[in-house]
């Protein structure tokens, strides 16, 4: 399965009630090192492609109970991008998709952000 996003960057909320909606507390940390404001802005674009692309991949849309939360994206030391899943995610991913693994890419510009997750 795979899910890809795609967003202006100038389109995404980057108030903080929109941010402690969809980010976990480690996610609101590494938007927080952002150097300026401009890449804070990007990073909360990127973040949110992120986890409709790993929505998509799972077939986990509306009505599915899964929340943006319940997708967790941290970084190894490298910076490989990785994905945690809790709540309803957790249990759909262990129904569905129990053995694979979910590999994600993001990119993102002054003017887009993009992810894609692939299940394999």
């Known amino acids: 399965m795979v899910g890809i996003d795609i967003i202006e960057v100038v389109r995404v909320d980057q ?3 929109f941010v402690q909606r969809i980010a976990s507390e480690s996610e609101i940390e590494y938007i927080n ?3 300026s404001q401009k890449l804070r802005h990007q ?6 492609c992120v986890k409709e692309a790993v929505m998509k991949a799972l077939d986990m849309g509306a009505g ?3 929340v943006f939360k319940d997708i ?3 970084h190894t030391d490298t910076g490989k ?3 945690a899943l809790q709540g309803k995610a957790l249990e759909k991913y262990n129904e ?4 694979k693994t979910i590999e994600v890419s993001i990119s993102h510009t002054e003017n887009y952000a993009t992810a894609i997750a692939l299940i394999t």
């Open 43 to 48: 990073r909360i674009a990127a973040l949110f």
């Open 72 to 74: 967790i994206l941290s």
């Open 15 to 17: 108030s903080q009630d």
């Open 64 to 66: 599915s109970g899964v």
């Open 33 to 35: 090192k952002s150097k």
């Open 96 to 99: 569905y998709f129990k053995e």
């Open 81 to 83: 991008p990785i994905i």
